[in-house]
């Protein structure tokens, strides 16, 4: 039995909505079909029990008894162990979908997030620092449409892997970075087209449209 | 009974060595004390065999027996598993681990690797850019401040978090950029003052130093 509380923003701007790494959470817990709550904490000025469980000040943070997780790679290979539908049960697969998600944290989205920042603050301005991150992102991209190309999911079943590694790319996809690369798209299209996407997505942009109510009402 | 083998480049350029991503396995390696092999492939060309292990033609790579492991973090997890010297052996502090894992490779390096190579290419010429990535490790270094002023390691006792989160903020360290960050600094220089470090950091220094003769004497 299981007790498990995500801990998201009560609120944020219109521009990250969708994007907001509750998300992957979400979508991890609905393709569990564990039940959760959702708690929140002011996007304002952020209090030392927020830092207490995100030490960066950010969001999301999952609770589970009395066990506190940071990080959704953490949180994500964490229920992966509590769910045969987010993580292989055998050595092999289970090894895979691992190296699999620090590959979408720290090989794929460590060029994508920077990239999709400067697009998005308009720092795009082809300046050298700007070309290394686009080259570096290309590479990382030339590689993952080879892989892709070869197989619907990165470990054999659809697990945390592919939530991870489809939301980094998602959010390339979104500023146009996919269009020389069909296989990743298409990847990205695959993923978030299963109905655990639509119901995580669906529930944050509702959780935050609530937001904006009750802000309304003040 | 393990049969492990790491490896990495047969040879690198002068700049990297010391800093290749091989360091991090070795340093767990030599800290859970397990015996291990090292192997080569060609720094230049890389063939459908160095893919096969690596997607993106990288390294390091790790077998078990018949697991191949890709990826710094998910091998030092792997290795996390089978040493008590490497990771609590309580929920509690293996799960504090594993957090403290992803945030150095997700939230600390993913500033810290651009902002070095934007140092290291000479880009860093105070663009939109540049004082983006700038800003963004400024922030999780402060807060990294905070959370290394109060412990002496991220997870209770050393562990496989220590060795990627010094390892990652020693190459911020090496072009000054933990000048404002003492905890941080003294936290580097307390990792790396530990025998096995200097163990696995002599070794990949001599490693690279054998690939030269030999290609002297070619």
Known sequence: MTNLTLT?????PEMPRGFVRDLRVRWALEEAALPYRVASVPFGPRD??????????QVPWLTDGDLSIFESGAILLHL??????LMPTDPR?????KEWVFAALNSVEMPALPWTMFKF??????SPAVKFVDDFLKLRLKHME??????EWLAGSFSVADILMSDVLRVVDKFDGLSEHPA???YVAR?????????AHADQMAHFAAADQLRRAD
Chains 1, 2 share one sequence.
């Open 80 to 85: 992966g162990e509590l769910s045969a539908r």
């Open 121 to 126: 603050t308009g720092s795009d301005d082809g």
């Open 146 to 151: 080879t892989v892709l190309a070869g197989r």
């Open 48 to 57: 030392a029990a927020h830092f207490a469980h995100q030490p960066f000040g």
């Open 184 to 186: 990743c798209r298409n």
């Open 191 to 199: 993923a978030t087209a299963r109905p655990t996407f639509a119901k």
């Open 8 to 12: 998201t923003f009560d609120w944020v």
């Open 93 to 97: 697969g289970r090894s895979e979908a």
